[in-house]
């Protein structure tokens, strides 16, 4: 069975930063693409980033493209989202998800397996 956990979240003022990380137990993360997602307060879950199994691929939405970094640390069995310049639209439960296979894909339906979600909040 693949547990994925999510910590990290918090709150934060606008224009500032926040590391997330998402450790996975079980043997899929040296196997499976990465991914996070979040979902705001009354809005569907969207993408955010991706990352390929060897890391040298990712993937952004447009809304986290020079703003946040995605990296994993397979000895670690770690993935993180770097978040830089936070807005207030930000804010929203921030989920880590995980996909068996090779390509990266924004897609919701296509991954796997999901943690329960960090709450990120900023607000000043």
């Known amino acids: 069975q693949v547990q994925l956990v999510e910590s990290g979240g918090g709150l934060e003022q606008p224009g500032g930063s926040l590391r997330l990380s998402c450790a996975a137990s079980?043997?899929?993360?040296?196997?499976?693409?990465m991914g996070w997602f979040r979902q705001a307060p009354g809005k569907e879950r969207e993408f955010v980033a991706g990352i390929s199994i060897s890391g040298l691929r990712r993937n952004y939405a447009d809304s986290a493209k020079d703003r946040f970094t995605i990296s994993r640390d397979n000895a670690k069995n770690t993935v993180y989202l770097q978040m830089n310049s936070l807005k207030l639209e930000d804010t929203a439960v921030y989920y880590c998800a995980a996909r068996r296979g090779t390509g990266l894909t924004p897609m919701e339906g296509e991954y796997e397996y999901w943690g329960q979600g960090t709450q990120v909040t900023v607000s000043s």
């Open positions: 079980g043997r899929i993360f040296s196997s499976a693409i």
